[in-house]
């Protein structure tokens, strides 16, 4: 049976916590900033957590 390939763009994109939850960073924080508030930018920069919807599609790119 051949290795289980990971996604090379989702390596880069997630990460795991500790707990085993996956984060990942937040969109719209690249470019055209200079429209958006300060409050909105700074809120931008934080990771959060994947949503139960595409854990498992998530998962199975990192193949986990």
Do not use: E, W, Y
């Amino acid at each position: 049976m051949p290795k289980v390939k990971t996604n090379s763009g989702s390596k880069k994109r997630f990460a795991l916590t500790g707990s085993g939850k996956i984060k990942r960073k937040h969109a719209f924080k690249s470019h055209i900033l200079t429209k958006k508030t300060k409050k909105q930018k700074r809120n931008l920069g934080h990771f959060t957590t994947i949503t139960k919807a595409d854990l498992h599609n998530v998962k199975k790119l990192l193949c986990i």
